[in-house]
């Protein structure tokens, strides 16, 4: 595909406390581990089965370092992989069939024979594409409307897409760029929602919007978006007339969720980067497109438009971007990973009687104790797990050790965490290098240790709340921002002020429905 592609790694607010977002503790967002790997490893696998002709790694500057040091790894096998394909595929004899045998679906890449090319001596290495480049791009703007308008834009040469560092989906790319292609010309970019389908996803920590849009031209488009504090405070929702007297079928939805996956137009870089449009872009990119979407109603002549494709529902797509989805997210992979692994999903029983279930995964160099068992969890490397103890359903990182007759039921437990003898832990979040005491009962807490921070940054943060409180945000993902932004109950109509518009309709009043 010619497309370049951009990944934004947030701070992860919504993942407090395992991100790195507070103290010394936490993790670099992308690469808080799914299934045991950085869940930005599931985007970048995506855009490479995408074939996009360039890969970029958006970040703040502070974190860039740690996340090329946790990505060492996955990039050196990614090359060796390459190398060792070359080679079986130079070694094959040119005049058998062996090399039909290998599929793209089996290397991972897209490679394909003219005619009988192996029986007539035609070597097919130069047929294997060579993985794309992944660039990284440190930020210092304050979020990723303001990084795309004064750092990227510069960058872009052809059509690109806009990405988030967190989901996970078994939608091929290919789909998505199909509807892009083929939505109406008038489209500036085409913005994905999707619905959530994962019963155990906790929907009070899901960012629901309400979400205009309309079918009546050649492809659907996104007209509006509203935030749920909005409409709260005002007590109704609030729709221009102008709106309506344009698009006067249009659909209001609150179960779209934003993926923040966006394909757009080359010539969205000229839209945003000429000043006669005045579009204010020191915002979130959700911000940004909401207003690109109203831009196409709000003139009194037509303008370009935003399309929207919302993923059907025989797809699955998950963001991880709260606790909540955190925890589903590796859910689903285990999941994945035992229905590809059908042979292996029975449990193991080790020698001193402790079982590890077959629908679970254990990392490297971790011991067990005496009829320890083990069901539906995502263990990291180098843990130490005592004797009778059960462990339900949860997500527990690297370096920790969970001492004797320990129960624990759907809980994240991050790093270097200790759980000392006797407790039972029911739905908690244990922040990495917290000592959990001996005998405690707990029950849907976080646990998290306490920090003293100065004075100063503790002022800095303050005024950064109180400017943050005057912007609504239409999406609470913290993956948008390289740095922060609250939401506010308020719709920030002074949005629209960075138009100018010629207005022959003359009307302000806005439909109450």
Known sequence: MDYQAFIFCGKGHGLEP??????????????????????????????????????????????????????????????????????????VSPFTNSSSTLSSASV????????????????????????????FISSECQNTGECLAKELLPKITSNFVLLPCDFITDIPPQILSYQFLNMSDDNLCMSVYYKNKFENIDKKQLSNCFTVYSEEEDSPVLLDIYSKESVDKNKYLQIRT????????????????????????????????????????NKSLTKVFRDLSRRSWQHSTKKETVGIFVIPEVGNFLRSNNLSSYMEANRYILKVRSTYSSNNTSAHTHNNNSTVGGDSFVGGNCTFGEKTNIKKSVIGNNCKIGKKCRI??????????????????????????????????????????????????????????????????????????????????????????????????????????????????????????
């Open 242 to 281: 102008q709106l309506l007297w344009r698009f006067p079928k249009a659909t209001v939805s609150t179960t779209l969720l934003n993926s923040f996956i966006y394909f757009c137009s080359y010539k969205l870089v000229s839209i945003l980067g000429d000043a006669e449009n005045k579009i204010n872009c």
């Open 392 to 513: 339900v359903g949860c997500v527990i990182f690297t370096n920790l050790e969970i001492e004797d007759d320990c129960h624990i039921e759907n809980c994240i437990i991050g790093n270097f965490a200790k759980i000392s003898k006797k407790c039972k832990l029911t739905n908690c979040y244990v922040e990495s290098s917290y000592e959990v005491g001996e005998k405690s009962m707990l029950k849907g807490e976080t646990l998290k240790s306490l920090y003293l921070a100065d004075n100063s940054d503790e002022d800095n943060n303050n005024n950064e709340n109180d400017e943050d409180n005057d912007h609504d945000d239409d999406d609470d993902d913290d993956d948008e921002y390289m740095y922060r932004e609250e939401i506010s109950g308020e719709d920030d109509e002074e949005d629209g002020e960075g138009y100018e518009y010629d207005d022959e309709y003359g009307d302000d009043d806005i439909f109450e429905r």
């Open 18 to 91: 395992f991100s790195k977002t507070r103290g010394d503790t936490g993790i670099v967002k992308a690469l808080l581990p799914v299934g045991n790997k950085p869940m930005i490893e599931y985007v970048l696998d995506w855009c490479e089965q995408a074939g996009f002709k360039e890969i970029n790694v958006v970040i703040d500057k502070n974190d860039l370092d740690l996340l090329k040091e946790g990505l060492g790894s996955y990039l050196l096998r990614r090359e060796e992989s390459y190398k060792k394909l070359m080679k079986n595929l130079n070694s």
């Open 108 to 135: 991972g890449h897209n490679y394909s024979s003219s005619g009988n090319g192996s029986a007539s001596g035609v070597n097919l290495s130069h047929n294997l594409k060579k993985p794309t480049p992944i660039k």
